[in-house]
C-alpha cells in the first residue's frame, strides 16, 4: 500500500549550497559532505544530508503542506521526545526558510528499516517480540490526553472539535454520499455497502470515545522505522511523520496498524494488543471491529478530496471492500 499513490506536488529539489544554507543556522561550521533524496512521505520534501562532523548525518525537511502543520509537528516533538516516545528528534525548526518562505526542520538520523519492508522477512518470534514494541510505543503516544477531540494548532490546543460519536459519523458518511464523490469514486453498489454499513455500525466506536487521546494519524507500516538491537532484539526505532496527528479514538490508530501488511499477520497484531494493555493501554472488547470504524471514516475523508491520486483511490477501494466484507 502507498506505492502507487503518488504526491501532491513534487518534491523541492535544492543544490549543496541551498542545503548548507539551510543547515548553517543549526551547524554553521559543518560542511555538507553529500545530500540525496530521503525515502518516506508523500508531501513533504526529505533529505538525508552528510555533514563533515558530528552529527554526521541529518534530515532535512522542506514543508510543502499546510504551514500551521509544520508547526504542530515541531511542538509534538518537543512534548513527545522527554516522554521516550520512540522519534525523530528536531535538531532546528524554522517557521520559514530564506529559499521558498516555507517551514523547514533538520532532523536526527534515526537508523531502521521501514517496517513495510522488514515484516516481510519476520518470523513467528520476531512477529510477536515487534508486535509488543509496537504496542507499548502506542500506549505512550495514547497517554497523553486532551478535554475534547479535534484537530491541534502549533501550540497543540484544539483548534477544531471532532466528534466522533455515532450520529456525527453516519452524519458525515451521509453527506459524501449525497454529494456523489463516493459514488464516483467506489462505484455506486460499494458506495451503497459502505454507507449502510456506517449507518449500521458507527456506535461500535462508542468505547472509545470516553476520554480524548493523542493521535499519530498515520501509524502504519510505512512510518515506522524499525532495527534489531544486538542483545535487545526488534525495537521501535521512530514513529515518523506526525503532520496527521490529532486528539480523538486510539481507534484510528488501531485501524491504521490493522491495515496491509500488518493486519496480515495476526501473531504480530495480537502481541501489539497485549503490548497496549500490558502499558496502560485500554482496549474494548470489540476494538477490531472499532479500529476498522475508524479506518473507514479516514478512507471516506480520503476520498472526498479533491487531490486524491488513481494510486490513492484504486487503494482506498481495496481498503473499503475488505474492512465492509470482513465485517459482515
Not at 531502521?112 to 518470523?123: I, N, P, T, V, W
Not at 477490531?288 to 490513492?312: C, E, K
Request: with cysteine.
Amino acid at each position: 500500500m502507498r506505492e502507487k499513490w503518488g504526491r501532491e506536488q513534487p518534491e523541492l529539489g535544492l543544490d549543496r549550497d541551498g542545503v548548507e544554507r539551510l543547515l548553517t543556522a543549526a551547524f554553521p561550521s559543518s560542511r555538507v559532505v553529500y545530500h540525496k533524496r530521503a525515502r518516506g512521505g508523500l508531501t513533504n520534501t526529505n533529505i538525508e544530508v552528510g555533514l563533515a562532523a558530528a552529527p554526521w548525518r541529518v534530515c532535512l525537511r522542506l514543508y510543502q503542506g499546510n504551514p500551521k502543520e509544520a508547526g504542530k509537528e515541531a511542538a509534538l516533538n518537543a512534548l513527545l521526545v522527554p516522554r521516550g516516545v520512540p522519534t525523530a528528534r528536531f535538531l532546528h525548526f524554522s517557521p520559514s526558510n530564506p529559499m521558498n518562505g516555507a517551514p523547514y526542520a533538520i532532523l536526527e538520523w534515526v537508523e531502521g528499516a521501514r517496517l513495510a519492508s522488514a515484516a516481510r522477512g519476520l518470523d513467528e518470534k520476531s512477529q510477536v517480540a515487534l508486535g509488543l514494541r509496537l504496542g507499548a510505543t502506542l500506549a505512550a503516544i495514547h497517554a497523553i490526553r486532551f478535554d475534547l477531540a479535534g484537530r491541534l494548532d502549533a501550540e497543540l490546543r484544539i483548534c477544531a472539535p471532532l466528534d466522533f460519536g455515532g450520529e456525527a459519523v453516519r452524519a458525515f458518511a451521509r453527506a459524501c454520499f449525497d454529494s456523489g464523490i463516493l459514488s464516483a469514486r467506489l462505484g455506486p453498489e460499494d458506495a451503497c455497502a459502505l454507507v449502510a454499513f456506517l449507518e449500521r455500525e458507527a456506535d461500535r466506536l462508542g468505547g472509545w470515545l470516553a476520554e480524548p487521546r493523542l493521535i499519530h494519524g498515520d501509524f502504519n507500516a510505512s512510518n515506522i522505522l524499525v532495527r534489531r538491537d544486538a542483545g535487545v532484539g526488534w525495537t521501535v526505532a521512530a514513529a515518523l511523520d506526525w503532520e496527521f496527528a490529532f486528539a480523538g479514538t486510539p481507534a484510528f490508530d488501531f485501524g491504521n496498524l490493522l491495515r496491509p501488511p500488518l493486519g496480515d499477520k495476526p501473531l504480530l497484531i495480537d502481541a501489539a494488543a497485549r503490548g497496549y494493555v500490558a502499558e496502560g493501554g485500554v482496549l474494548p472488547k470489540d476494538w477490531r471491529m472499532a479500529a476498522g470504524i475508524a479506518d473507514l471514516v479516514a478512507w471516506v475523508d480520503v476520498l472526498r478530496r479533491d487531490h486524491a491520486t488513481p494510486g490513492l483511490i484504486a487503494d482506498a477501494a481495496l481498503a473499503i471492500q475488505r474492512i465492509v466484507t470482513a465485517s459482515l
